[in-house]
C-alpha cells in the first residue's frame, strides 16, 4: 500500500532556509502536496506539484521531485516565526484516483 | 468566502457514550471527507461523499462509526459506543469535485478535538 514518511522535527533560526523531507512509496503517484497545519487550526494546501516536473516555486515556497527515488521536498526561504506550524506531505496515487495519503507530518520551529 | 465549518470545536465524554459532529463545506462543493487525526499522526480518510452519496467508506470502523449527508449538503458524523482509542481531532474537508482529475484540492474546517475517558 501507499506510505509517506516524513522526519518529524525540525528547527531552524528565523532568516534562514528550512527544508522538510518526504519520501514516499507510491510510484504511480500523480500529484503530490503540501498542507500547513497551524496549533488548533485544520489543514491549508501551500502548494503542489505534479509528478511530470521536477520543480516548482511559489514566492519563498521551492518543492523539488525527485521520482526516481520518490523524494519530495519543501524549502523555504527567509523562515519567519510565522512559518512555526506542522507541514504535511501527502500523495494522490494513480490517474483517477481521489484518496490522500498523508505523512505523519514535521513540526517546524523557528526560533527567532 | 466562507470555509467549511465544524461544531463542536471540543467535546469530551466517557467510553461508552456517543457522540456527533457536524460539518457545512464550502457553498457549492460536492465532495465532502471525514478524516481521524490522531495525536502525531496524519490524517486519516474515514468517509467520502459526492453530493449525498458514499464514494468511499472502507476505512470507516461501521460497528461504531457512522455517517451521513442526507441532502448533499451538511453532513454528521456519529460514534456510538466511543472507545478510548478514538481520541483524536476529527477533521472535515471539502472539494469542487474529485471528478477525473487526480488533481483534488481539499479545503479543511479547523476540526473538532474528542477525548474520549
Known amino acids: 500500500g501507499e506510505d509517506v514518511e516524513q522526519s518529524l522535527f525540525l528547527s531552524v533560526r528565523e532568516g534562514d532556509s528550512s527544508v522538510i523531507n518526504c519520501t514516499y512509496t507510491?510510484?504511480?503517484?500523480?500529484?503530490l502536496y503540501w498542507y500547513k497545519q497551524e496549533p488548533g487550526a485544520g489543514l491549508q494546501l501551500l502548494t503542489y506539484?505534479?509528478?511530470?516536473?521536477d520543480m516548482k516555486q511559489d514566492q519563498r515556497l521551492t518543492v523539488l521531485l525527485n521520482k526516481k527515488d520518490k523524494h519530495l521536498s519543501l524549502r523555504i526561504a527567509d523562515t519567519q516565526t510565522g512559518d512555526s506550524a506542522i507541514y504535511f506531505c501527502?500523495?494522490?496515487?494513480?490517474?483517477?484516483?481521489?484518496?490522500?495519503?498523508f505523512g505523519k507530518g514535521t513540526k517546524l520551529s523557528v526560533i527567532p | 468566502e466562507a470555509g467549511v465549518a465544524q461544531s463542536p470545536r471540543y467535546k469530551i465524554i466517557e467510553k461508552r457514550q456517543s457522540v456527533a459532529f457536524w460539518c457545512n463545506p464550502i457553498?457549492?462543493?460536492?465532495?465532502l471527507y471525514w478524516y481521524q487525526q490522531i495525536l502525531g499522526q496524519g490524517p486519516k480518510l474515514l468517509i467520502q461523499?459526492?453530493?449525498?452519496?458514499?464514494?468511499?467508506d472502507s476505512q470507516l470502523p461501521k460497528d461504531r462509526f457512522s455517517a451521513e449527508r442526507l441532502k448533499g449538503v451538511d453532513s454528521t458524523l456519529k460514534i456510538q459506543p466511543a472507545k478510548l482509542e478514538d481520541s483524536a481531532v476529527y477533521l472535515c474537508?471539502?472539494?469542487?469535485?474529485?471528478?477525473?482529475?487526480?488533481?483534488?484540492?481539499?479545503?479543511f474546517g479547523p476540526g473538532t478535538r474528542l477525548t474520549v475517558l
Open positions: 501527502a500523495e494522490t496515487p494513480g490517474a483517477g484516483s481521489y484518496q490522500l495519503t
Open positions: 474537508a471539502s472539494s469542487l469535485d474529485w471528478g477525473a482529475s487526480s488533481y483534488n484540492e481539499q479545503f
Open positions: 461523499f459526492q453530493n449525498n452519496g458514499v464514494v468511499d
Open positions: 507510491d510510484s504511480s503517484s500523480t500529484y
Open positions: 457553498s457549492g462543493h460536492a465532495t
Open positions: 506539484i505534479f509528478s511530470n516536473m
